[in-house]
């Protein structure tokens, strides 16, 4: 790049981070099958990653509806990815392990679960005692079922209430401290997660924790997070450093 004016080099390097996350996750999940079990935000998420891994899919439509199931084919690189929305840490979510781990003929190299929003947005504190049982007895029995498939648990998102800048929502007008609530059952995850030796992803809590400003409303995270998030997946995957955490696109909600 020697030729190159300095702006034209910076230009240069801002293209190459642009792609680095692509081109990684693309790496991490080549000839791989994925389960996500989770809520809205974890649909969010891979509907970011579809645009990722095929940029034809609109990225306009990431804060739309949630989807019940979803499904995502990358036949070139034997990329397969299932979202199932399954909120609450029940009776149904273990089924739903269960048909992924036990029934299916092929099981799937990993299986990510994202879980607490709605148990809070539902019950607010008076369900965290069963929460914390619930997910115990689905930590159990994963760690029972899992084989060969990898679960890694994602501690809960946070919920950015006092904020002032975003979009009012139930985070305010529903309850009081919304936000501690939100750490209460993050940590519930996180503490489960180390009991029974479960792989738990971290560091998407702690950035969304430290950038309210990047979140899309009070619940529900931002393209520059999801951009920062698919760039740690990718990261854990691979386990090598994703260089597309500084990219611009992760400083733009």
């Known amino acids: ?45 891979l509907r970011y990653i579809m645009g990722l891994l095929n940029p034809e899919h609109r990225t306009d439509k990431i804060f739309h509806r949630c989807d019940k199931s979803m499904e995502v084919l990358d036949p070139k690189r034997n990329i397969t990815i299932n979202f199932i929305f399954n909120p609450f840490p029940n009776d149904e979510m273990l089924e739903t392990i269960h048909r992924w781990l036990v029934e299916k003929p092929v099981r799937p190299d990993y299986i990510f679960l994202e879980t607490g929003a709605w148990t809070i947005y539902s019950h607010g504190w008076s369900a965290a ?97 999801l951009r920062a998030f698919a760039c740690q997946l990718a990261s854990m995957l691979n386990q090598k450093t994703c260089s597309d955490k500084g990219s611009a696109e992760f400083r733009k909600r």
């Open 1 to 45: 790049m020697s030729h190159l004016t300095k702006a034209d080099r910076c230009a240069t390097v801002a293209a190459i981070r642009a792609v680095s996350v692509e081109t990684e996750l693309q790496e991490a999940l080549s000839n791989k099958s994925t389960v996500m079990i989770g809520d809205s935000r974890s649909n969010q998420l």
């Open 129 to 225: 005692r069963s929460f914390r049982y619930n997910l115990t007895h689905i930590a159990i029995h994963l760690r029972q079922w899992s084989g060969s498939t990898v679960p890694v648990w994602i501690k809960t998102f946070p919920l950015h209430s006092e904020y002032s800048e975003l979009p009012f929502g139930w985070p305010n007008s529903k309850y009081n401290h919304t936000e501690q609530m939100g750490e209460f059952h993050a940590g519930i995850v996180e503490q489960i997660a180390k009991e029974h030796h479960i792989p738990l992803w971290t560091t998407a809590f702690a950035t969304a924790k430290q950038h309210p400003e990047m979140y899309h409303d009070r619940v529900h995270p931002g393209k520059g997070l």
